[in-house]
Each structure stands twice: as structure tokens, then as C-alpha cells.
């Protein structure tokens, strides 16, 4: 759980950056977040939520 909303606040601050500096409009992230939402009740969302989590676990694993 602790994972997903670190994920979460990671995304809305880039999705913040990205309007503030980038010339993102606020439409195109409205459209991206409702892409969003309709990923995670379709039938792609466990594939997703697996690599994510693969990816987080490999980068915890790094040693520095």
C-alpha cells in the first residue's frame, strides 16, 4: 500500500512539473489521467500492476 501512494504522489508531482514548466495543457493531463482510470478496470491492469511492482522490487534490490 505504502508503494502505490508513493507511486501516486511521484506521478502528480511529475504531471505538476510537467504542466508548470513544459507547456503541458490541463486538458492533455485530464485525458491522460481518464486513460488512466480506464486502464486499471480493463483486463491489462494485473499485467501493469505486476511490472510496476517487478521494477520497484529491482530497484529496492540495487545496492549503492
Known amino acids: ?3 502505490s501512494i508513493s507511486a ?7 504531471v505538476f512539473l510537467l504542466i508548470k514548466k513544459s507547456g ?3 486538458g492533455h493531463a485530464i485525458v491522460c489521467t481518464l486513460l488512466g482510470f480506464y486502464l486499471a478496470s480493463s483486463t491489462v ?3 501493469i500492476n505486476e511490472l510496476t511492482t517487478n521494477v520497484a522490487s529491482m530497484i529496492g ?3 549503492f
Do not use: N, Q, R
Open 45 to 47: 491492469a494485473p499485467t
Open 61 to 63: 534490490s540495487i545496492k
Open 1 to 3: 500500500m505504502a508503494l
Open 24 to 26: 503541458l495543457k490541463g
Open 8 to 14: 501516486v504522489v511521484l506521478l502528480a508531482i511529475i
